[in-house]
């Protein structure tokens, strides 16, 4: 593994996890007025007694998306509620599991591409991602053990990847989404970023207890190298392969394969996930347009309004026609393993999420795991994809390859 060559002036100062409440501020004390994760704090959450539960004590943070009984919801802007009258349903989940939700984290406007304020905790001149930047980069440096996050494209397992950490979005519809604000309501996704695989199955516990991550055996890897090769820089492309490399040298069975070619950035499925986004994030958002948009937001909504009714419903159906065919595909391996994203751009840039979209596309949980740094000291992690509501199979292999050490960099 590289080490980190940013220098003082452009890395903050990482630290380990913290697990408490009254940890959590301290670290957020100590360098968020540089790495800006954090859009709200609530510090009377360190005087809150820790209640009973499978999380018990355990600070988290939220993305600017979802409401949290008592604080305030920007939704990425200057507008918004003062202070929710209840929880959104996975924030409630997890407090009555005994975690504490400390304040809410810095997203893109609505969810878009407009950049957040947020730093990467690795160099500050480079972009923790989008949309769910705060989220990421606070789980990166060390505030909370984990935040959540969105998807709908690329906005969890990206900002994960660029900021060192897990970022797991689970199969479509598996955890609810009531009080998380809709940006495409048939691909939005409820995203665990953490500092760790067994915190994220820990997490992903409270709302799925039927999935069982514990591992068992060794796993089946489906490793697909030529997907999106074209997307990824050299460099990122020999970390892949190092770590298809560690994995079967670890013990597990790992085939090389090509993926079927509607699993491509010129596939029909890929363009029909961008009139499924288009239409519905225009009937969700385009009423808001009175209020004053950012202008990457603003110019994709304009466009998004000429997205017709028919190309919408023609999307669907190809949607609908091809998730049998992924669905047997995904279901001959425990996971696939494939390229997540190249270390972290500028600050002008969230990323692309051209190798992620697939799987938000056809709703299969997928997860990435950070596995190296860049030659400038960035991290690169790598994606791993199961069939749809096998997200038992997804967290085992995460968590096995994890107990190898073949993870962090």
Same mark, same amino acid.
């Given at each position: 593994?590289?080490?980190?060559?940013?220098?003082?002036?452009?890395?903050? #100062?990482?630290?380990?996890?913290?697990?408490?409440?009254?940890?959590?501020?301290?670290?957020?004390?100590?360098?968020?007025?540089?790495?800006?994760?954090?859009?709200?704090?609530?510090?009377?959450?360190?005087?809150?007694?820790?209640?009973?539960?499978?999380?018990?004590?355990?600070?988290?943070?939220?993305?600017?998306?979802?409401?949290?009984?008592?604080?305030?919801?920007?939704?990425?802007? #200057?507008?918004?509620?003062?202070?929710?009258?209840?929880?959104?349903?996975?924030?409630?989940?997890?407090?009555?599991?005994?975690?504490?939700?400390?304040?809410?984290?810095?997203?893109?406007?609505?969810?878009?591409?407009?950049?957040?304020?947020?730093?990467?905790?690795?160099?500050?001149?480079?972009?923790?991602?989008? /949309?769910?930047?705060?989220?990421?980069?606070?789980?990166?440096?060390?505030?909370?053990?984990?935040?959540?996050?969105?998807?709908?494209?690329?906005?969890?397992?990206?900002?994960?990847?660029?900021?060192?950490?897990?970022?797991?979005?689970?199969?479509?519809?598996?955890?609810?989404?009531?009080?998380?604000?809709?940006?495409?309501?048939?691909?939005?996704?409820?995203?665990?970023?953490?500092?760790?695989?067994?915190?994220?199955?820990?997490?992903?516990?409270?709302?799925?207890?039927?999935?069982?991550?514990?591992?068992?055996?060794?796993?089946?890897?489906?490793?697909?190298?030529?997907?999106?090769?074209?997307?990824?820089?050299?460099?990122?492309?020999?970390?892949?392969?190092?770590?298809?490399?560690?994995?079967?040298?670890?013990?597990?069975?790992?085939?090389?394969?090509?993926?079927?070619?509607?699993?491509?950035?010129?596939?029909?499925?890929?363009?029909?996930?961008?009139?499924?986004?288009?239409?519905?994030?225009?009937?969700?958002?385009?009423?808001?347009?009175?209020?004053?948009?950012?202008?990457?937001?603003?110019?994709?909504?304009?466009?998004? /309004?000429?997205?017709?009714?028919?190309?919408?419903?023609?999307?669907?159906?190809?949607?609908?026609?091809?998730?049998?065919?992924?669905?047997?595909?995904?279901?001959?391996?425990?996971?696939?393993?494939?390229?997540?994203?190249?270390?972290?751009?500028?600050?002008?840039?969230?990323?692309?999420?051209?190798?992620?979209?697939?799987?938000?596309?056809?709703?299969?949980?997928?997860?990435?795991?950070?596995?190296?740094?860049?030659?400038?000291?960035?991290?690169?992690?790598?994606?791993?994809?199961?069939?749809?509501?096998?997200?038992?199979?997804?967290?085992?292999?995460?968590?096995?390859?994890?107990?190898?050490?073949?993870?962090?960099?």
């Amino acid at each position: 593994m590289r080490e980190a060559t940013a220098s003082s002036k452009e890395r903050t #100062n990482l630290m380990p996890m913290a697990k408490t409440a009254a940890e959590a501020m301290a670290r957020i004390d100590q360098n968020d007025a540089q790495l800006r994760a954090w859009v709200y704090v609530d510090r009377n959450a360190a005087k809150a007694e820790a209640r009973g539960g499978p999380l018990s004590g355990i600070p988290f943070g939220v993305k600017d998306l979802y409401d949290v009984a008592g604080m305030p919801t920007r939704f990425g802007l #200057n507008w918004g509620i003062e202070s929710a009258p209840i929880d959104a349903w996975c924030v409630a989940a997890l407090r009555a599991a005994g975690a504490v939700p400390i304040g809410k984290t810095h997203t893109t406007a609505l969810a878009y591409r407009d950049p957040a304020p947020t730093r990467n905790p690795h160099n500050l001149e480079h972009t923790p991602g989008g /949309s769910s930047a705060g989220s990421a980069a606070a789980v990166g440096a060390g505030h909370v053990p984990f935040a959540l996050g969105t998807q709908t494209v690329g906005s969890g397992l990206r900002p994960a990847s660029f900021c060192g950490v897990v970022g797991y979005k689970p199969t479509y519809g598996v955890i609810p989404v009531q009080g998380m604000a809709p940006y495409a309501p048939s691909l939005d996704t409820v995203a665990i970023i953490s500092a760790n695989v067994e915190i994220a199955a820990r997490v992903m516990s409270v709302f799925a207890p039927e999935f069982d991550s514990t591992p068992r055996g060794v796993p089946h890897v489906g490793y697909a190298p030529k997907a999106f090769a074209n997307r990824f820089e050299p460099e990122t492309l020999a970390v892949l392969q190092k770590t298809a490399n560690a994995i079967a040298q670890a013990g597990a069975h790992v085939e090389q394969i090509e993926l079927p070619s509607i699993v491509d950035e010129t596939s029909a499925p890929t363009a029909a996930h961008w009139s499924i986004v288009s239409f519905e994030a225009n009937a969700v958002l385009g009423p808001l347009r009175v209020h004053g948009f950012p202008p990457l937001l603003e110019e994709f909504i304009a466009a998004a /309004s000429k997205v017709s009714y028919e190309a919408y419903q023609t999307a669907l159906a190809q949607r609908a026609r091809t998730r049998p065919q992924i669905a047997a595909m995904l279901a001959k391996y425990d996971v696939l393993l494939l390229g997540c994203a190249n270390p972290a751009p500028g600050l002008d840039s969230t990323g692309d999420t051209t190798p992620l979209t697939p799987w938000s596309f056809w709703g299969v949980p997928s997860l990435s795991l950070p596995v190296a740094r860049s030659a400038k000291g960035l991290p690169i992690g790598v994606q791993l994809v199961a069939a749809p509501g096998c997200d038992d199979k997804l967290l085992r292999a995460a968590r096995w390859i994890e107990a190898k050490g073949l993870t962090g960099f």
